[in-house]
Antibody
Framework: EVQLLESGGGLVQPGGSLRLSCAAS????????MTWVRQAPGKELEWVST????????YYADSVKGRFTISRDNSKNTLYLQMSSLRAEETAVYYC???????????????WGQGTLVTVSS | SFELTQPPSVSVSPGQTASISCSGD??????ACWYQQKPGQSPVMVIY???KRPSGIPERFSGSNSGNTATLTISGTQAMDEADYYC??????????FGGGTKLTVL
């Protein structure tokens, strides 16, 4: 059974930093790209960042580029998101998701974690 | 940049068919998928690759994608289907894109 368990959320001041983790189990972690998606309270889903299975390729939404860093440790089956220079509008539940690729441009998220809440406030 | 547009809300009577649209430029040339999210829960994929259902998703969920519009159809809608639904696609320039979500109300 695939399980994704996020942790590391909490209250942080504007301009502060936070590192999220996502522990994965139930599949061969290194074979799959992994993604962070966030959802502000009452708002839609927003793609944040994706990392390839090897960790050699990373992708970021323009809104977080230069401030967030996605990484993974395949020996620990764990995904990370290092967030810095956080803004109030980035208050959201952050989900990690396993990505499956069915071919070119066929990317979808077949499993999601339960999410971790990040609150950016003074 | 590539964008996906969904109606904010759709209402349906129990037992009837609900259709939720997702529009984007030449979306039919890409692959669409759909996620269901109930209040306080994580999203669950209900359709991938335009029309395929993951294991465990009821047969009443179906999908199509042509031209500029992908459609999620729920036949014989049940009260348990009341949720927010999001479409998603991948674009070579914008990368991973979600629609704004549609709140399905089963009246």
């Amino acid at each position: 059974e695939v399980q994704l368990l996020e942790s590391g959320g909490g209250l942080v001041q504007p301009g502060g930093s936070l590192r999220l983790s996502c522990a994965a189990s139930g599949f061969t972690f290194s074979n799959y790209a992994m993604t962070w998606v966030r959802q502000a309270p009452g708002k839609e889903l927003e793609w944040v960042s994706t990392i390839s299975g090897s960790g050699g390729s990373t992708y970021y939404a323009d809104s977080v580029k230069g401030r967030f860093t996605i990484s993974r440790d395949n020996s620990k089956n764990t995904l990370y998101l290092q967030m810095s220079s956080l803004r109030a509008e980035e208050t959201a539940v952050y989900y990690c998701a396993k990505e499956t690729r069915g071919g070119y441009a066929n990317h979808y998220f077949d499993y999601w974690g339960q999410g971790t809440l990040v609150t950016v406030s003074s | 940049s590539f964008e996906l547009t969904q109606p904010p809300s759709v209402s349906v009577s129990p037992g009837q068919t609900a259709s939720i649209s997702c529009s984007g430029d030449k979306l039919g040339d890409k692959y669409a998928c759909w996620y269901q999210q109930k209040p306080g829960q994580s999203p669950v994929m209900v359709i991938y690759q335009d029309s395929k259902r993951p294991s465990g998703i009821p047969e009443r969920f179906s999908g199509s994608n042509s031209g500029n519009t992908a459609t999620l159809t729920i036949s014989g809608t049940q009260a348990m289907d009341e949720a927010d639904y999001y479409c998603q696609a991948w674009d070579s320039s914008t990368l991973w894109v979600f629609g704004g979500g549609t709140k399905l109300t089963v009246l």
